[in-house]
């Protein structure tokens, strides 16, 4: 039972990370050194850190579904008239286009090997301390500037491919550094590209799909599918309640960036830098 509210707790924590631009690697590396599990095998927490995300994303799955699903039930203005592509939407269909041009830097980093290199020299207390102030710092000067000018792209259609890649390299930080956080990383490349923030939040969830469902595949077949009961059991309850929580959070921070900036969360993980840098043994 004790394993199983730990399971708990990191699903809250993911659940809320994962969107807020605060490093939901980070802090799950953080609270895993006060609650690790027991009674798992070797290498259960690399692959459990990632694949818990799949249930944060399942919740951008639910609450987007109609504006990333291309393939509708009736013809409207924008599908072509007869044929196989009588019912796909094509502003949706070169959406999808834009976020596999993203995808191509993480794909190239992965078939290269870099991130279990990058997991095992950076994966510790002092790079995610470092990584939470430096972007922290970011968002803060990035917002400054920001204030009252008036962003060049401001609705997803207006992203051009040259503007996902760019995003998709910023990515790529998130991968290197834990603590910097893959929204954070794709938001800050966002607005300093001139994307508002409203498009910036919805382009860095829909990102997040195709990323995360591969890193978790890579995960587990690298870990094996044979679970114990008790490893499935934490597995699925930790995603169950990220799932949920998700939920939650998407709809708050939507809300949250039509009316404020992104400064809060910028000090927010300054603070929690310093906090760590003080802590850590």
Known sequence: MIEIIKAVIFGIVEGIT???????????????????????????????????????ILA??????????????????????????????KGIMTLWF?????????VIFVVLGLDDICEELFYNYFVVAIALIVFGVAFIIIENRNKNREYKIN?????TYSTALFIGLFQLIAAVFP??????????????????????????FFLAIPVMFG???????????????LEACLLIVGMAVAFVVSLVVIKFLMGYIKKHDFKVFGWYRIILGAVVLMLRP
């Open 98 to 106: 834009k976020i596999i041009v993203a995808c191509v830097p993480a």
């Open 18 to 56: 994962e969107w807020l631009p605060i490093s939901s690697t980070g802090h799950l590396i953080l609270i895993e050194k006060i609650l690790s599990f027991n009674g798992v095998s070797e290498g259960f927490w690399s692959m459990f850190e990632v694949v818990i995300q799949l249930g944060a």
């Open 155 to 159: 609705s997803l259609s207006e992203l």
């Open 60 to 89: 951008v799955v639910v609450l987007f579904w109609n504006s990333i699903f291309p393939f509708k039930k009736k013809t409207d203005n924008g599908y072509a008239k007869y044929g196989v592509l009588s019912h796909v939407d």
């Open 215 to 229: 890193a978790s595949l890579l995960k587990i077949v690298k870990f094996g599918f044979n679970f114990t009961s």
């Open 179 to 204: 603590g910097t956080s893959r929204s954070g990383a794709t938001i800050i490349g966002a607005l300093l590209l001139g994307v508002s923030r409203t498009v910036a939040a919805e382009y860095t």
